[in-house]
């Protein structure tokens, strides 16, 4: 994942640039950590998904021909995040 300012439309240009990891805990959380943005705006946490599943059918002992199907998926994921002041600072 980035932080970008305009959404990249080109999933191909993600292989091509230096992201962040980050790592499911399930099939329905990813958490992102210390994601910090330092001006007001509106910004795009823009990256992909890359799902890998290995799917093991077979009941009987295994023999050494025996195959299982690998399925990768990759998806190109976008979260828009728009940045205002923040009305509890004392400052203010």
Not at 19 to 47: Q, S, V
């Amino acid at each position: 994942m980035t932080k970008k300012k305009n959404i990249t439309n080109d999933i191909n240009q993600f292989y091509e640039m230096r992201l962040d990891t980050f790592g499911a805990i399930d099939n329905r959380t990813i958490p992102f950590y210390n994601i910090k943005f330092t001006e007001l705006g509106t910004f795009y946490i823009d990256g992909i998904i890359n799902d890998h599943v290995f799917i093991d059918t077979l009941k009987q002992p295994k023999k050494p021909t025996d195959k299982v199907r690998y399925i990768e998926k990759v998806v190109q994921a976008t979260h828009k995040v728009v940045v205002i002041e923040n009305p509890y600072d004392p400052d203010l």
